[in-house]
């Protein structure tokens, strides 16, 4: 049960970390429009305050782009441009290793006057233009870790211009992050109101519900996003309700949680993991194994596919898995697994257990035949079971393979009672 318990302490987080950088520094943008839709082929222009050197990208059609600098320390203006929409200019301070991330919104339109097409007055245009400042504000603020001062220009932002559909979604995650989950809830019944399938506003949601302890409400989204919008997020979420149902000592509820995270996401080792050993636990060892080979299969998860597979071939006393998945698991770490074997073993053996610790001395002689502590740990465990013919034969390889071993003359002693 050590390893279900070890599985038990395992929560994914939904953030995945930034990959460093050898040198140098990068910004990963994003330029959207009013909606949170991508906008494409924006000319993004880096500009570098102390030389006037710039390097320019053109965004994708998702409206992203990334550009990489020599010099991170100079401070840097960031001029996004598109024909038709209001240019936006902001600061932006890098990172020497590591990429900065931005998002930014456009609006329609140019610097003066309305906005053709939009049927907006000045005053109107004005106040997007404000919102469009705030948000990217906030969104600067966010990216420099600034909770507080984020919310509130985003905040500031939506109170503006009520339609900037995108400040909204972000809003809520940052409210999330704050523990303000009432009002992050209140953030999302906007965009789910114009956009009900939207996977981030529903993903914030459920955090929130589930902070909340609404549980019930959580799930219905969490079933909602599992069924309309499969991607990693949803599998790692779905293995966070699995891993409190497991806590919960609840496995029937635990189980199709993490079946539904594997699914959604074959390479989630730690679903993998966990709902193998679930699956021991009901005594569903065939399932157990297919769960170790599919850790087998995802990279660094080897070492705990064997272990499961190992525990999962006991179980059913097959030897021959046992033996095969202990010397596997041996070429990776030979001390730790002895180790573990060893305290087994020793368990069994210190609770008047000796045919069971007998069995897992064999097995550390299988993989090691001359280990004169075994032999010596056999031997006393065979005595005990009153195998004396088998002990004899372990108590005497164990002093030719150790005889200045400090429990050399206990064994002597042993032996001489027997004859």
């Known amino acids: 049960m050590r390893s279900l318990a070890r599985s038990l302490t395992t929560l994914l987080v939904l953030a995945l970390p930034s990959i460093a950088l050898a040198q140098g520094g990068r910004l990963a943008g994003r330029v959207t429009d009013e909606a949170g839709k991508g906008l494409a082929d924006v000319e993004a222009k880096l500009i570098a305050v102390e030389t006037g050197a710039e390097v320019s990208k053109r965004t994708n059609r998702k409206g992203r782009f990334s550009v990489a600098v020599v010099h991170p320390e100079y401070d ?20 020497r290793g590591e990429p900065v991330q931005g998002s930014w919104v456009m609006v329609p339109g140019s610097a003066i006057g309305g906005v053709p097409g939009l049927d907006l007055s000045p005053e109107e245009f004005a106040a997007k233009q404000l919102a469009v400042a705030l948000y990217n504000e906030g969104a600067q603020a966010f ?42 809830l209140e953030l999302t019944d906007f965009t789910l109101a114009a956009k009900a399938s939207d996977a981030r506003a529903l993903g914030v949601r459920y955090d929130s519900l589930e902070a909340l302890d609404r549980q019930a409400e959580a799930d219905a989204v969490l079933d909602y996003l599992i069924a309309n919008a499969p991607v990693v997020d949803t599998a790692k979420r ?73 525990r999962a071939f006991e179980a059913l006393g097959d030897e021959a898995g046992v033996a095969e998945s202990l010397r596997a698991l041996a070429e990776i770490d030979p001390d730790a697994v002895m180790n573990s074997l060893f305290e087994r073993a020793n368990d069994l053996f210190d609770h008047n257990e000796p045919d069971a610790a007998a069995k897992i001395y064999r097995q550390v ?33 164990f002093l030719k393979l150790a005889p200045d071993d400090p429990e050399a003359p206990a064994a002597r002693d042993m032996l001489t009672y027997l004859q």
């Open 76 to 95: 840097y203006e960031i001029v996004l441009s598109k024909e038709g929409y209001v240019t936006v200019r902001a600061p932006v301070k890098l990172k």
């Open 238 to 310: 779905a293995y966070n309700r699995g891993l409190a149902h497991a806590k919960a000592a609840d496995v029937e509820s635990a189980i199709p949680r993490l079946e539904q995270a594997v699914a959604i996401s074959p390479d989630l080792a730690a679903a993998w993991g966990l709902l193998g050993d679930l699956e021991i636990a009901r005594s569903n060892f065939q399932r157990a194994i297919e769960c170790g080979d599919r850790l087998l299969e995802i990279e660094g998860s080897r070492e705990r596919g064997l272990s499961l597979r190992h």
């Open 143 to 184: 990216n420099a870790d600034d909770l507080d001062t984020a919310a509130a220009k985003f905040d500031a932002a939506i109170a503006e211009d009520p339609e900037l559909e995108e400040a909204y979604v972000i809003a809520a995650a940052i409210n999330w992050r704050l523990e303000r989950y009432e009002r992050a």
């Open 365 to 397: 002689l299988d993989l090691q035949p001359d280990n004169a502590r075994a032999h010596y740990k056999l031997g006393l465990a065979l005595l005990s079971a009153e195998d004396t013919s088998a002990a004899r034969g372990h108590l005497e390889r």
